[in-house]
């Protein structure tokens, strides 16, 4: 994430809407807590595919800028760690939604394809990726040089980032702030959560460093949800986690009883779709469409509904990071 520190200028909330349902994966008893299939023997369709479908997917302004490969399976593989409310996680029905899904299927109209979001481990997604298992990621994966380089063990291999949001870091605390927290020196000698792998505990470490014989008692999470349980089951203080998480949670968790987001947001740096640097043209591709949409103000829509306004750019650009 960047340097810069950013006031909570949000009117409502930001980023892992206003679904109830992502609680339920954050929360404990109690509280709140994505084929198609053408006739095989239509000769007009490429890959199974209808004449009509394909006539579709074609019409679709940015279809051509595709690389073939997805032009001809009207698929993109996502990988994303589908327990970030509200960027994405599961919903009452156990399917995917949140800003990121929504963006999705969003971008998959203007390209003429299926957004396919897969769930996978957060620090797994890159190297996943750079593997073959995802065409791309896209789970509120901040962007940053580190990650581009391959340098973090998050992102084994490297990737170029389309960027598409902004947040960065907030401590989420416990309803009326009974510890007196406002800033990150207010952490040391108290419990802290964050997830494994991410700038958030990264944030943490960096902070402890800083506590000296007033240590910091760290609970690292493989998901952001378990961090949430422990701070609401009082196993922990606080939660360090990104900005519109934690503003999410403070706003629908237990009705809005449960937590508080204190301080300022913190080092509020770029979000990047993730993709090979190898594939440079879907990667541009990315990159056209979601300047399409935040033209067309489809990507203003969707952050409308899940209350992530705050995070919105105007300008679609690739390894913004720092």
């Known amino acids: 994430m960047t340097a810069s520190t950013t006031r909570r200028a949000f009117a409502a909330r930001t980023r892992s809407t206003s679904r109830l349902a992502a609680i339920s994966a954050v929360a404990v008893a109690g509280t709140l807590l994505l084929t198609s299939c053408g006739d095989q ?10 004449d009509k479908e394909t006539a579709a997917a074609s019409a679709a302004p940015l279809f051509d800028q595709l690389p073939a490969k997805y032009q001809k399976s009207k698929v993109i593989k996502v990988g994303s760690d589908i327990a970030y409310a509200p960027m994405e996680f599961m919903d009452e029905s156990n399917q995917p939604a949140g800003v990121d899904i929504d963006l999705g299927k969003e971008l998959g109209k203007v390209l003429g394809v299926e957004f396919k979001f897969e769930n ?61 927290i406002s800033t990150l020196d207010d952490l040391c000698g108290l419990t802290v959560a964050a997830q494994r792998g991410t700038a958030n505990e990264d944030l943490l470490k960096a902070q402890q460093q800083k506590c000296g014989d007033k240590k910091i008692k760290e609970f690292i999470s493989d998901q952001d949800t378990d961090s949430i349980t422990q701070l609401q089951t009082k196993r922990a203080d606080a939660v360090i986690t990104d900005f519109p998480v934690a503003l999410y949670n403070e706003l629908e968790a237990g009705g809005g009883n449960l937590f508080q987001v204190v301080g300022d947001q913190i080092d509020a740096a770029p979000y ?18 979601v300047q399409k949409i935040i033209d067309d103000g489809a990507y203003g829509e969707v952050l409308k509904k899940w209350k992530a306004e705050s995070g919105a750019i105007e300008t679609a650009t690739v390894n913004a990071g720092k």
């Open 272 to 289: 990047g779709i993730a993709v090979s640097k190898e594939n440079a043209e879907l990667r541009d591709a990315l990159k056209a469409a």
């Open 120 to 180: 996978a481990t957060f620090d797994q997604l890159v190297l996943g990726m750079n593997n073959g298992r995802h065409d791309i990621v896209m789970s509120s994966m901040t962007d940053t040089k580190e990650r581009q380089q391959g340098a973090s063990e998050d992102a084994k291999g490297g990737a170029d980032f389309v960027n598409y949001f902004k947040a960065g870091s907030a401590i989420l605390t416990h309803k009326g702030n009974p510890k007196n």
């Open 41 to 50: 023997t239509d000769k007009g369709a490429e890959n199974g595919g209808s």
